[in-house]
C-alpha cells in the first residue's frame, strides 16, 4: 500500500471535512434566502414618492402606491398556511427553486410595466414566491438543524435579515434617485442565488424530517402553538409602527428630514442584529419563554422612552433599545415554533408562523392609524409600550412556571 503524502488526507478524514463543507455552503445559501424576503418591501420603499408622481393621473394613487408596498404581506398572509401543507406533502426543494425564480422574475417586472394595476399584480405574485420561500427555508431549518445549532443558525439568520434590510433601504433609495423604475433591478439578485440552491440545497428524507431531534419534545401542546402565532402577529403590529409611524412622529416633534428617520430605522435595524447575533448563546441560558419576557420588556420600555422623548437623540436613543429587544424576539418565534411543531407538520407549522408574521404586518397601518387619529403619535406608542408590558409579564409568568 502506497504510504500517505504529507498534507494528504486518509478517506475517514476526507469525508467529514467535504460534508462540513457542504454543510457550511447550505446554511450560506438559506442566510442568503432569508436576505430575500426583508427585500420584498424594502428595496422599493424609496421609490414611493416618484412612482405616485409617474402615474399621477391613475384613480386613487395615493392608496394604490401604497398599496404597493403593502400588497406583498397580504398575499404572503393568505398564502403561507397552504404553502406549509404542500411542502409536507411533496417536497421542500422543489417549491423553493420554483420560488426563487418566481420572485426573480415578479420583483423585476416593475422595470417594464407601466400600470399601476399591473405592478399591484406582480407585487401580489413577488408575495406568493416571499410565502414559499420563507415557509420552506423555515421548515428546512427544522430538517437540517437541531438544539444549540439550530438556535445559533437562527441568531444569524436574524442578524442577516437585519443587516440586509439596512442594505436594501440604502441601495434602493440611491437607485430611487436614478429613476423610480431602478430599485426593481435588486430582485435579479434571486437568479445569482438560484445555482446555490440547486447545488446545496438538498431535499431531506422524510424519515429525517418527520423525527424530532434528541432532547426534543415530539410536539407541542396546540394551546402552544396557537399562543406563539397569536404573539408573533401582535409583535409584527407593534413592530411595524417603527417603518411606518415613526417618521412621522420625528416629524412632529420639529425633526422632517427623511434622512434623519432613515438613520433612527437604521439604527434600530442594526441594534437588532447585533443581538440576534449572540442569539445561541443566550438561548444556553434562558429559556424561549423567558427570552420572550426579556425581548418584549426592553421593547416595552424602549415604546415608553419613545412616548416621553422630546429630543431626536433621545428618540434614537429609545428605538435602539426596542430593537434590543426585536433582536431577541425574531429568531426565538422561529426556534420556539420549530420545538414545538410535530416534526411531520413542520412545514405548516412553518407556513401558520410566516402568516402570523405577515398578517400582522399588513394590518399594522390599519391598527395604528385610528389609533393616532384618538391618542397622537406620543399616546400610540406609549400605549403600544402598555400591550407589551402586558405580553412580557405573561413570558416571564410561563417561565417561572415551567421552572417549578
Same mark, same amino acid.
Given at each position: 500500500?502506497?504510504?500517505?503524502?504529507?498534507?494528504?488526507?486518509?478517506?475517514?478524514?476526507?469525508?467529514?471535512?467535504?460534508?462540513?463543507?457542504?454543510?457550511? &455552503?447550505?446554511?450560506?445559501?438559506?442566510?442568503?434566502?432569508?436576505?430575500?424576503?426583508?427585500?420584498?418591501?424594502?428595496?422599493?420603499?424609496?421609490?414611493?414618492?416618484?412612482?405616485? !408622481?409617474? $402615474?399621477?393621473?391613475?384613480?386613487?394613487?395615493?392608496?394604490?402606491?401604497?398599496?404597493?408596498?403593502?400588497?406583498?404581506?397580504? &398575499?404572503?398572509?393568505?398564502?403561507?398556511?397552504?404553502?406549509?401543507?404542500?411542502?409536507?406533502?411533496?417536497?421542500?426543494?422543489?417549491?423553493?427553486?420554483?420560488?426563487?425564480?418566481?420572485?426573480?422574475?415578479?420583483?423585476?417586472?416593475?422595470?417594464?410595466?407601466?400600470?399601476?394595476?399591473?405592478?399591484?399584480?406582480?407585487?401580489?405574485?413577488?408575495?406568493?414566491?416571499? !410565502?414559499?420561500?420563507?415557509?420552506?427555508?423555515?421548515?428546512?431549518?427544522?430538517?437540517?438543524?437541531?438544539?444549540?445549532?439550530?438556535?445559533?443558525?437562527?441568531?444569524?439568520?436574524?442578524?442577516?435579515?437585519?443587516?440586509?434590510?439596512?442594505?436594501?433601504?440604502?441601495?434602493?433609495?440611491?437607485?430611487?434617485?436614478?429613476?423610480?423604475?431602478?430599485?426593481?433591478?435588486?430582485?435579479?439578485?434571486?437568479?445569482?442565488?438560484?445555482?446555490?440552491?440547486?447545488?446545496?440545497?438538498?431535499?431531506?428524507?422524510?424519515?429525517?424530517?418527520?423525527?424530532?431531534?434528541?432532547?426534543?419534545?415530539?410536539?407541542?401542546?396546540?394551546?402552544?402553538?396557537?399562543?406563539?402565532?397569536?404573539?408573533?402577529?401582535?409583535?409584527?403590529?407593534?413592530?411595524?409602527?417603527?417603518?411606518?409611524?415613526?417618521?412621522?412622529?420625528?416629524?412632529?416633534?420639529?425633526?422632517?428630514?427623511?434622512?434623519?428617520?432613515?438613520?433612527?430605522?437604521?439604527? $434600530?435595524?442594526?441594534?437588532?442584529?447585533?443581538?440576534?447575533?449572540? $442569539?445561541?448563546?443566550?438561548?444556553?441560558?434562558?429559556?424561549?419563554?423567558?427570552?420572550?419576557?426579556?425581548?418584549?420588556?426592553?421593547?416595552?420600555?424602549?415604546?415608553?422612552?419613545? !412616548?416621553?422623548?422630546?429630543?431626536?437623540?433621545?428618540?434614537?436613543?429609545?428605538?435602539?433599545?426596542?430593537?434590543?429587544?426585536?433582536?431577541?424576539?425574531?429568531?426565538?418565534?422561529?426556534?420556539?415554533?420549530?420545538?414545538?411543531?410535530?416534526?411531520?407538520?413542520?412545514?405548516?407549522?412553518?407556513?401558520?408562523?410566516?402568516?402570523?408574521? $405577515?398578517?400582522?404586518?399588513?394590518?399594522?397601518?390599519?391598527?395604528?392609524?385610528?389609533?393616532?387619529?384618538?391618542?397622537?403619535?406620543?399616546?400610540?406608542?406609549?400605549?403600544?409600550?402598555?400591550?407589551?408590558?402586558?405580553?412580557?409579564?405573561?413570558?416571564?409568568?410561563?417561565?417561572?412556571?415551567?421552572?417549578?
Amino acid at each position: 500500500m502506497r504510504p500517505m503524502r504529507q498534507g494528504e488526507l486518509a478517506d475517514g478524514e476526507a469525508a467529514p471535512a467535504a460534508a462540513g463543507l457542504r454543510a457550511g &455552503a447550505r446554511n450560506a445559501t438559506l442566510l442568503a434566502t432569508g436576505v430575500l424576503t426583508i427585500m420584498s418591501a424594502a428595496t422599493i420603499a424609496p421609490a414611493l414618492p416618484a412612482m405616485q !408622481a409617474h $402615474f399621477a393621473g391613475t384613480e386613487q394613487v395615493a392608496l394604490m402606491t401604497r398599496l404597493v408596498l403593502t400588497i406583498p404581506a397580504l &398575499a404572503i398572509a393568505l398564502v403561507a398556511l397552504p404553502v406549509g401543507s404542500l411542502i409536507d406533502r411533496w417536497g421542500r426543494r422543489p417549491f423553493l427553486i420554483s420560488a426563487i425564480g418566481l420572485y426573480g422574475i415578479a420583483g423585476m417586472s416593475g422595470l417594464v410595466l407601466d400600470s399601476l394595476g399591473a405592478i399591484l399584480f406582480s407585487r401580489a405574485l413577488l408575495g406568493v414566491a416571499v !410565502a414559499i420561500i420563507m415557509t420552506t427555508a423555515t421548515a428546512l431549518v427544522g430538517d437540517y438543524l437541531a438544539g444549540p445549532a439550530r438556535d445559533r443558525f437562527l441568531g444569524l439568520q436574524s442578524a442577516a435579515i437585519g443587516g440586509g434590510g439596512l442594505l436594501c433601504l440604502t441601495g434602493g433609495g440611491l437607485l430611487a434617485e436614478i429613476d423610480w423604475r431602478a430599485p426593481f433591478a435588486l430582485y435579479g439578485m434571486a437568479f445569482l442565488l438560484m445555482p446555490a440552491v440547486i447545488a446545496f440545497i438538498a431535499e431531506p428524507a422524510r424519515s429525517a424530517a418527520n423525527r424530532s431531534a434528541p432532547g426534543e419534545a415530539p410536539a407541542g401542546s396546540p394551546a402552544a402553538l396557537a399562543l406563539l402565532l397569536t404573539a408573533a402577529a401582535l409583535n409584527s403590529v407593534i413592530f411595524y409602527l417603527v417603518p411606518t409611524q415613526l417618521p412621522f412622529h420625528l416629524r412632529e416633534l420639529g425633526h422632517a428630514a427623511p434622512s434623519r428617520a432613515g438613520l433612527a430605522i437604521g439604527l $434600530f435595524t442594526l441594534a437588532q442584529a447585533v443581538v440576534a447575533f449572540g $442569539f445561541g448563546r443566550l438561548r444556553r441560558s434562558w429559556s424561549g419563554t423567558t427570552m420572550f419576557g426579556m425581548g418584549f420588556g426592553l421593547m416595552a420600555a424602549g415604546y415608553g422612552l419613545v !412616548a416621553m422623548a422630546e429630543s431626536y437623540v433621545a428618540v434614537v436613543a429609545a428605538i435602539i433599545v426596542t430593537g434590543f429587544g426585536m433582536g431577541l424576539v425574531i429568531p426565538n418565534l422561529s426556534a420556539t415554533a420549530l420545538t414545538v411543531a410535530p416534526p411531520a407538520l413542520r412545514g405548516r407549522v412553518a407556513g401558520g408562523l410566516t402568516a402570523s408574521i $405577515f398578517l400582522g404586518q399588513f394590518l399594522s397601518p390599519l391598527v395604528s392609524q385610528p389609533w393616532i387619529g384618538a391618542a397622537g403619535y406620543a399616546g400610540t406608542f406609549r400605549d403600544m409600550a402598555v400591550v407589551l408590558a402586558a405580553m412580557a409579564m405573561i413570558g416571564l409568568v410561563l417561565a417561572r412556571r415551567g421552572r417549578s
